[in-house]
């Protein structure tokens, strides 16, 4: 037993032997190679430097070893937008600080704020390309702003594309669903004045609209909400009599007659845009405030918001009334208060002083409560003047005031008093 148990550790003491032997000849293999590599590279490096030529040395192989250079970032800043990138790379990832930034910008006279936004464009981080170009594009726009939207809409990035597709609905009065739409488009509008490719879109506006219905038209409505045409100020144009003149007020009509909610919501969005006059106001909006029983709450709203305009004085005795047939009816409504700030604000916007007696009425009746923060915020408090706290600002508060400051109104409506 003793001495099978000696002859397999004398194997088994040959076999490591061995394996350590083989360990150290790889090691030698490899230390071989190494030193032949490494001389080769000296002598290759010693001939490049003896030939003395930059040239060549410029031609030489790539090494197998040498770093990969990284991606390119991108043209040069250029010595204009330089002073602007270093102030949003400040901070990269706001684009609240590259909105104020881009401001001072669109304030320089339009093509040099143009080529700097141009040379900034690919340095920029995604949430900054997304957001920058609100400054150029609101309200009346920017002299350039199509050329500015260009940049944006050719990023290789879909949501920063589809934030300058949203912009650019106010130029065209169309989405871009693709890039190949938009590429047709361009190519054609870009460069044309801006009033002119306002002109001709919002003359074809009405006649590509009126041929939708259903859920098609309310497919191509998601973009047009709220119809904004300050664009046209901007550009010396008046879209919105260019739309009158194509039609619209009548498209609006056919909607409210025949379409779906969702497309009354939009009709009616539109009117205030439009600026229609009070006849056609009182005959195709006031008719949902005068007789409110069975009207979409989100329909209601939104002919309640197309009154809202300082020149509608005739329409504060109807939304009083309104106010007070919800208050007296809460059954009517879709939900407790539906309606009650709407029309609340939309006497705040007129400037109606005269109502504030009747809108106190309104809160000490109302036996939901909710006519307290709906009315005191939206109306009273804008019409008084006085900054609204819910906690305190009741029915009883409000009488109390009036009871107080009247007199500081005009005679016709310090007479008023409060209705029980």
Sequence with gaps: MAAREGTALTRGGSEQHMERRIQFSLIGVL????????????????????MGSDD???????????????????????????????????????????????AEIASLEPMRGVDIMRSLWPHLSK??????????????????????????????????????????????????????????????????????????????????????????????LLPFDILDLRLGDGAGIDLAAILK??????????????????????ALSWVRSLDPNESWLRVFVLTYI???????????????????????????EPILDFLEFRVAHPQTAEYLGDGIGSAADALAVIGAKRAIPRLIGVVLKDPTGQAKGL?????????????????????AYWADWWRRNRSRFPADVAELEIPH
């Design 290 to 316: 005068e007789e409110p029983e069975g009207v979409p709450s989100k329909v209601l709203n939104k002919a309640l918001v197309a009154l809202s305009e300082p020149e509608n004085d005739w329409a504060v």
């Design 56 to 102: 060549t040395a410029d031609a030489r192989p790539e090494s197998p070893f040498e770093p990969v250079p990284p991606p390119p970032t991108g043209p040069a800043l250029s010595d204009d937008a330089r002073p602007y990138f270093e102030r949003i790379d400040a901070k990269p990832e706001s684009w609240v600080n590259a909105q104020l930034v881009a």
């Design 127 to 220: 949430p900054v390309r997304q957001n920058i170009l609100k400054p150029f594009c609101v309200r009346e726009g920017h002299p350039e702003g199509l050329k500015l939207l260009d940049i944006a809409a050719r990023d290789p990035d879909d949501d920063v594309r589809g934030r300058a597709y949203a912009y650019l609905t106010r130029y065209a009065f169309r989405w871009f669903h693709t890039h190949e739409e938009y590429d047709a488009w361009s190519r054609r509008y870009t460069n044309m004045p801006i009033r002119e490719v306002l002109r001709v879109h919002a003359e074809g506006f009405v006649e590509y609209m009126s041929a939708l219905h259903g859920e098609n038209l309310e497919r191509h």
């Design 375 to 395: 009315v005191g915020y939206f109306g009273l408090s804008k019409l008084t003047g006085v900054k609204f706290d819910e906690k305190r600002m009741d029915g």
């Design 31 to 50: 230390g071989v190679v190494f030193l032949a590599l490494g001389a080769w590279l000296v002598s290759a490096e010693r001939k490049l430097q003896a």
């Design 245 to 266: 003149e194509h039609g619209v007020l009548q498209l609006i009509e056919h909607w409210l007659a025949t379409e779906t909610e969702r497309v009354r919501e939009v």
